[in-house]
């Protein structure tokens, strides 16, 4: 992008004459283009993910659970300011007998992302591409994502969704993609399916299945409840997809009931029999092991569905159905192998939640607050109360402001937080720091920098997310800053107000630290009286004139920054 700017530019001597202090009034415009820099995109892969009928085959259950779990309170009121990532649907009627998706059931979908829209925290978009499809047997729905990547700030040698790399990086690893993919995530759900209920009150009756339950647990899948393991062949178990065999982010908390990972090759040789063993549960069940997960969990490793034999679509990449079928755990049940009718949980729940946190991805305020815990936020009273300002710079500078805070050596429990920032002309730097776990004790200095594109005022809002239990979540801070035009040394204003009578304001702006010089001429030339004569620091300033001994008239003011003049005229009348 070409921006063209306008510099003037005149000897700094005294000039009496009012023709020539016209001259200088109007001055001589030399005008040119700076080519703007685009920060490059952070690195990344990208492969295709897995068939998604490996990934999950939900059915129903005969059992009438007759529990129910609503969306919390501030989201039924629709609220947008909690809501922190955006989904985008794209219905496909894929039905043999040629029905078409109805209209209950997209609202009860809709309304299902609008859900997930609370829990998650993503300036990129996530797209859904949503089949009203057969399915085979009483299998309700299917879903994964559609590609896997590894973003410049994850885990080494380790796939993520393609939705939670462009939440963790900030840049649309969708975009422009090798594989012709417009979507993050595919979901079929049954159109030959009798018994469901499309309502969104949680209020499921006997014998039906709640249709926005399946739909959050489906997302959930999409955007990374999801492994690669694998004991398809009865036995051996293996892991890792694409030629490198990397794993998924999910697989790295995977352990055996003996606490061995699932990944430590001299216990488990991939392939091998001792991998299908434990994927089996033959060693003691297969646990995640997370520390946001375990700290809503009564400090226990997470069970996973491990049935004595590999179930594709099932084993796995769900909860215990067992264990969460308990009724302590089924605020948590969202993400077992099969659901049963008249059960209705309109929230991830605070077990996923904290999986979620503990693989990295950015958490909106409502899972932040379920994974939250005996943990203390400690921030500079001043940086809140008067946010950070940036100064004065020119396009394309970049400066940058220092956010502290920590968790409280007292607190029991990790801090976990998010930063979003809602203007592009601030970011975070690097991108790895807006999200993060604190033990407490722990500090984290994360840069903001201020990178303005256009000359104007920027403002923006700067809001942590954390699960701490002393402070309102999200904290906002102010963010502002403003620019000048790339190579503009200073910007002389229009003084206010203009008439006047007998004081006026005159603003002006330094990108930097400059030797300044504020005059008032009559009209006739003469020097009348000096504001300013002294190095100024970079900044705005609205210097007063008070005029009161004077005769009414038209008067100018010249600044002169390093050598450089501006003229503007005033008209004092009384």
């Known amino acids: 992008m070409n921006q063209s700017y306008v510099k003037t530019e005149l000897s700094a001597t005294l000039i009496k004459p009012l023709y020539l202090l016209l001259f200088v009034f109007f001055g001589s415009v030399i005008s040119g283009f700076a080519q703007q820099t685009v920060p490059q995109p952070d690195q990344y892969i990208l492969m295709e993910a897995p068939e998604m009928g490996e990934i999950c085959k939900l059915p129903p259950t005969d059992i009438n659970r007759n529990y129910f779990k609503k969306a919390e309170e501030r989201y039924r009121k629709a609220n947008d300011e909690v809501r922190s990532a955006n989904f985008e649907i794209n219905y496909v009627n894929s039905c043999s007998d040629g029905s078409e998706w109805p209209a209950e059931a997209q609202t009860a979908f809709e309304y299902a992302m609008g859900i997930w829209e609370t829990y998650l925290q993503s300036e990129i978009p996530i797209r859904i ?80 299945i709640d249709f926005v339950t399946v739909v959050i647990h489906e997302i959930g899948h999409g955007i990374g409840f999801i492994g690669s393991m694998n004991a398809e062949n009865g036995t051996s178990g293996s892991y890792g997809i694409g030629s490198n065999n990397w794993p998924f982010i999910y697989d790295r908390f995977a352990e055996d009931g003996l606490g061995n990972e699932l990944l ?109 815990g005996e943990s203390q936020i400690v921030i500079s009273n001043e940086t809140t109360e008067d946010g950070l300002n940036f100064g004065v710079a020119n396009v394309g500078d970049r400066v940058e402001r220092t956010v502290s805070f920590g968790n409280d050596v007292n607190s029991e429990d990790p801090l976990s937080y998010n930063i979003t920032i809602d203007s592009d002309d601030f970011v975070v730097s690097p991108a790895g720091l807006a999200s993060g776990n604190l033990e407490p004790g722990e500090n984290v200095d994360v840069t903001i920098r201020y990178i303005p594109r256009n000359d104007r005022i920027h403002e923006g809002i700067a809001r942590i997310t954390h699960n701490a239990n002393n402070a309102v979540s999200p904290i906002s801070l102010n963010l502002t800053g403003e620019s000048l035009r790339e190579d503009e040394i200073a910007r002389l204003e229009d003084n206010y107000p203009n008439p006047f009578n007998p004081t006026t304001t005159i603003p002006y702006v330094l990108p930097e630290t400059s030797d300044v010089r504020l005059d008032i001429y009559n009209v006739s030339g003469q020097l009348v009286q000096t504001l300013v004569n002294s190095q100024q620091p970079e900044g705005r300033y609205n210097q007063p004139f008070e005029a009161g001994g004077l005769a009414s008239g038209m008067y100018f003011y010249r600044l002169i920054v390093n050598d450089n003049v501006f003229v503007k005229r005033l008209l004092l009348v009384k």
């Not at 033959?282 to 375990?294: E, K, L, S, T, W």
């Open 129 to 208: 591409n949503a089949s009203w499809i057969e399915r085979d047997g009483n299998v309700l729905g299917s879903a994964g994502p559609t590609l896997v990547a590894r973003p410049s700030n994850g885990e080494e040698d380790t796939w993520y969704t393609i939705a939670q790399a462009s939440a963790m990086s900030g840049v649309d690893q969708l975009a422009n993609n090798d594989f012709g993919e417009e979507h993050d995530i595919n979901i079929n759900m049954n159109c030959n399916f009798d018994d469901w209920y499309f309502g969104t009150d949680a209020n499921t009756p006997t014998g039906l």
């Open 264 to 372: 430590n090759t001299s216990e488990f040789p991939n392939p091998s029999v001792e991998l299908y063993r434990a994927l089996t549960g033959q060693r003691d069940g297969v646990y995640f092991n997370g520390i946001d997960a375990r700290s809503v969990f009564g400090g226990q490793r997470i069970p996973l569905y491990a049935p004595p034999e590999w179930n594709g679509g099932s084993s796995y990449s769900h909860l215990d159905q067992s264990i969460f079928t308990q009724s302590q755990n089924l605020p948590s049940a969202l993400m077992r192998p099969r659901i049963d009718r008249q059960f209705a949980i309109h929230s991830p729940g605070p077990v996923f939640c904290g999986m979620l946190s503990d693989w990295g991805w950015p958490l909106g305020s409502n899972c932040l607050e379920l994974v939250g």
